[in-house]
């Protein structure tokens, strides 16, 4: 409704009217281009340097394809080449004292984290360290893919004792 009461539409003003239009064709689609990423090496798709092949499609993307991870590492003066050169990486991901910290919290917000073994409840938790610092809170049942440099850094400084890891997984409806 208008001031005065009346709909908008006798003003010439409809909904959407100003909303961006999309030409389907026009668009890329980038699912079809990380789907050929097991088939192709490394030095295709990374940008870093850093990356490797990960098990699944989805997890082998690297981190300055990410706008989130992208934008952090650009509010230094100088932009690293890889998302793990970044000097808060260790502190806000890496750091026991402050994946302690951020266990208290998670206790505090979803009740005991029911994971074995300190190295997998510190990688969890630096996952987790890792999403919120780039993308700050998402909410339940909403995940992002974690760049395989990240996940690799994670997973050097917290190993599983059989090296098996789960990878990503997307939300369960």
């Known amino acids: 409704m208008a001031e005065s009461g009346r709909p908008a539409v006798l ?10 239009e999309s030409d389907p064709d026009d668009e890329e689609t ?9 088939e192709q090496d490394v ?18 993307i690297c981190c300055r394809e990410i706008e989130q991870v992208t934008r952090r590492m650009q ?3 100088v932009t690293p080449s890889c998302m ?23 206790r505090a917000d979803y009740g005991p984290l029911r994971l ?20 700050g809170f998402l909410g339940r049942k909403v995940r992002v893919v974690i760049p ?5 850094r994670i997973r050097r400084e917290f190993p599983d004792a059989q090296g098996s890891y789960v990878g990503f997984r997307p939300p369960i409806d």
Request: hydrophobic share 35%; with cysteine; proline share 7%.
């Open 11 to 20: 003003y010439g003003i409809q909904p959407y009217m100003f909303e961006p």
């Open 30 to 38: 980038p699912a079809e281009e990380t789907q050929m990423r097991m």
């Open 43 to 60: 030095s295709e798709w990374c940008l870093c340097g850093k990356c490797e092949k990960m098990a699944t499609e989805p997890e082998n």
């Open 75 to 77: 509010q230094l003066q």
């Open 84 to 106: 793990v050169d970044h000097p808060g990486m260790d502190p806000v991901c890496l750091n026991v004292f402050s994946l302690q910290n951020a266990f208290n919290i998670y």
């Open 116 to 135: 074995r073994g300190v190295q997998h409840r510190y990688r969890f938790l630096a996952y987790r360290s890792f999403v919120s610092w780039c993308w």
């Open 148 to 152: 395989s440099c990240v996940v690799l």
